[in-house]
């Protein structure tokens, strides 16, 4: 439905037939819509929304907007909202709300006060923080016709119906699925049917990791316990796939030097995004210096070879895309647990044997395109047997050296406690340009008389 149906059955006051149109949408098509019309008219239209569906759509919207309606809403309509959406989307709403805004969220909670206030005492990355407490807990002496009886008077109320936890005096004993009740008979004891080794995290657990989990195990919750194993909440595939990501656009920004930031691109300042920018420019630009003070200390070895300039820029592209290539490579493995800080050697040891490979065939390449391009076709001034040589040994030496530090700089960044998407593209692109020059001007002082 377009915004111009709706912009027309406003101004025709044609509310019911507003109505009747939200309560066919989905949510997330309602959230996406609203934001398009002006404060005003957003108001007017949430509130035109189902009650049994505006829950539901707040949760998608975003925050700057969310604020909007919450500043609009009367104490009565904040109540609702409240009571009717599940208490992890309401920690996420009140972490993006200024304090006036939270202040009246938290006096709407009524009962769900003391609930919102234990998530919001974790830390912002662990799986604490990422938990609801809205789950189906049964006892392990219940049967399965009782348990059915629990889930179909409490499931409205819970996250989640897949799995159910059987806890005994707070103590997470094991878990049943929802094919399991549907399957067994009714007399059966839950603790005979139960699956008493389930997969669960703690709540100082980082959020990332807890997210990996659901990868790996292919679950659709995970439960989080204290120190002594007592149960303290669930984590949905639904919030782990927001924490993925979230990690990956944080990842992707840092990959290109940039601050992360968690505005869209449209609704980011210019000033913000100058902010979030110039840092890294500033301290890729200092660091490029070094490389300018390299090609000076051997400006007078340049200028007996003027040729050897030419070949400047594709040595040191070659070099930082080689070294971007495996950087990528190993924080990609990284980020998803296929490579851990203890594998460094072994990661060391494959990568030098893929770096020899390609830095041979380049360099091949590159001695027969000199030779026969360079001098042959275009006939280029100082282009002989002998500066070809000097290029290609350095390129195969500069691609070697790229990819040994484009692996190793993202897994110590690990072993640091950094992040390893600090240590990407830009960052080793500069480290491998002052490689690659030192190398190039080495090997032609050896290999060229007169420069050395």
């Known amino acids: 439905m377009t915004k111009e149906v709706f912009e027309r059955l406003l101004h025709e006051k044609q509310y019911k037939a507003i109505k009747s149109i939200f309560d066919t949408m989905n949510p997330v098509?309602?959230?996406?819509?609203?934001?398009?019309?002006?404060?005003?008219?957003?108001?007017?239209?949430?509130?035109?929304?189902?009650?049994?569906?505006?829950?539901?759509?707040?949760?998608?919207?975003?925050?700057?907007?969310?604020?909007?309606?919450?500043?609009?809403?009367?104490?009565?309509?904040?109540?609702?909202?409240?009571?009717?959406?599940?208490?992890?989307?309401?920690?996420?709403?009140?972490?993006?709300?200024?304090?006036?805004?939270?202040?009246?969220?938290?006096?709407?909670?009524?009962?769900?006060?003391?609930?919102?206030?234990?998530?919001?005492?974790y830390p912002e990355d662990s799986a604490g923080s990422i938990m609801t407490l809205e789950y189906i807990s049964l006892y392990p002496t219940m049967t399965i016709g009782d348990a059915l009886k629990k889930i179909k008077s409490r499931g409205e109320y819970?996250?989640?119906?897949?799995?159910?936890?059987?806890?005994?005096?707070?103590?997470?004993?094991g878990t049943i699925s929802a094919m399991d009740l549907l399957t067994c008979d009714d007399d059966e004891l839950l603790c005979d049917v139960m699956d008493d080794n389930p997969i669960t995290v703690h709540t100082l657990a980082d959020k990332e990791d807890v997210a990996q989990l659901f990868n790996k195990y292919d679950v659709f919750a995970i439960p989080v316990v204290d120190k002594e194993n007592c149960m303290v909440g669930i984590v949905t595939v639904d919030d782990a796939?927001?924490?993925?990501?979230?990690?990956?656009?944080?990842?992707?920004?840092?990959?290109?030097?940039?601050?992360?930031?968690?505005?869209p691109y449209l609704k980011t300042s210019v000033w913000d995004l100058w902010k979030v920018r110039i840092p890294w420019l500033?301290?890729?630009?200092?660091?490029?210096?070094?490389?300018?003070?390299?090609?000076?200390?051997?400006?007078?070895?340049?200028?007996?070879?003027?040729?050897?300039?030419?070949?400047?820029?594709?040595?040191m592209g070659t070099g930082g895309n080689s070294g971007s290539q495996s950087s990528v490579m190993v924080?990609?493995?990284?980020?998803?647990?296929?490579?851990?800080a203890k594998d460094i050697f072994?990661?060391?040891?494959?990568?030098?044997?893929?770096?020899?490979?390609?830095?041979?065939?380049?360099?091949?390449?590159?001695?027969?395109?000199?030779?026969?391009?360079?001098?042959?076709?275009?006939?280029?001034?100082?282009?002989?047997?002998?500066?070809?040589?000097?290029?290609?040994?350095?390129?195969?030496?500069?691609?070697?050296?790229a990819k040994l530090i484009?692996?190793?700089?993202?897994?110590?960044?690990?072993?640091?406690?950094?992040?390893?998407?600090?240590?990407?593209?830009?960052?080793?692109?500069?480290?491998?340009?002052?490689v690659s020059l030192l190398v190039y001007f080495s090997v032609a002082r050896s290999f060229i008389p007169g420069l050395s």
């Open 29 to 121: 098509d309602t959230a996406a819509l609203l934001p398009e019309f002006e404060d005003r008219q957003l108001v007017l239209l949430f509130r035109l929304i189902p009650k049994e569906n505006a829950a539901n759509v707040f949760t998608y919207i975003e925050p700057e907007h969310q604020q909007i309606l919450l500043e609009a809403f009367t104490d009565t309509e904040l109540e609702n909202i409240m009571d009717d959406m599940f208490i992890d989307d309401t920690v996420d709403i009140i972490e993006e709300m200024p304090a006036n805004v939270v202040e009246r969220m938290l006096a709407a909670a009524g009962d769900k006060r003391n609930a919102i206030n234990v998530i919001l005492k």
């Open 158 to 173: 819970s996250e989640t119906v897949n799995i159910c936890y059987i806890v005994e005096k707070h103590k997470l004993l």
């Open 241 to 263: 796939i927001d924490v993925i990501q979230e990690e990956a656009e944080e990842d992707f920004q840092k990959m290109a030097a940039i601050a992360p930031t968690d505005k």
């Open 282 to 315: 500033l301290l890729l630009m200092l660091s490029a210096t070094f490389t300018g003070i390299i090609i000076s200390s051997f400006e007078d070895a340049l200028s007996r070879v003027v040729v050897l300039t030419a070949y400047i820029p594709m040595l």
């Open 331 to 340: 924080i990609r493995g990284l980020s998803l647990g296929e490579v851990e």
């Open 346 to 401: 072994r990661v060391f040891w494959k990568e030098t044997r893929v770096s020899v490979l390609c830095g041979v065939s380049l360099a091949v390449a590159c001695f027969v395109k000199i030779l026969l391009i360079d001098g042959m076709l275009l006939k280029t001034d100082g282009v002989n047997e002998l500066v070809a040589l000097v290029v290609a040994l350095t390129l195969c030496a500069t691609v070697i050296c």
């Open 406 to 434: 484009g692996c190793v700089l993202p897994i110590a960044a690990k072993i640091l406690k950094l992040d390893p998407a600090v240590m990407a593209s830009p960052f080793i692109t500069t480290i491998v340009d002052a």
